[in-house]
Nanobody
Framework: QVQLVESGGGLVQAGGSLRLSCAAS????????MGWFRQAPGKEREFVAAITWSGGGTLYADSVKGRFSISRDNAKRTVYLQMNSLKAEDTAVYYC???????????????WGQGTQVTVSS
């Protein structure tokens, strides 16, 4: 199994940047696709970005294209989400997820972290 722990969330002003990290433990991390999802108050959990196990393929939600970038360092067993040009609408709890294949639906992924809060103020 894979255990995931997110970090790097916090309070940032609109237009600023933040980098989230997801540290993984488990013997098969290198074979998992990874995704980032977020959930804002009163809203459903939504897809943000995903990356293949090799790092060679990525997917992004339209709302974050050009602003967010997902990457991974398998040697460090860590996945990152670099968030630039942040908007108030990006405020949410961000979750890291792992699964057997890349996808945009949350049921694609079987393992989830506990989440980290990102708050963007005007």
């Amino acid at each position: 199994q894979v255990q995931l722990v997110e970090s790097g969330g916090g309070l940032v002003q609109a237009g600023g940047s933040l980098r989230l990290s997801c540290a993984a433990s488990g013997r098969t991390f290198g074979s998992y696709a990874m995704g980032w999802f977020r959930q804002a108050p009163g809203k459903e959990r939504e897809f943000v970005a995903a990356i293949t196990w090799s790092g060679g393929g990525t997917l992004y939600a339209d709302s974050v294209k050009g602003r967010f970038s997902i990457s991974r360092d398998n040697a460090k067993r860590t996945v990152y989400l670099q968030m630039n040009s942040l908007k108030a609408e990006d405020t949410a709890v961000y979750y890291c997820a792992a699964g057997p294949r890349i996808g945009v639906r949350d049921n694609t992924y079987g393992y989830w972290g506990q989440g980290t809060q990102v708050t963007v103020s005007s």
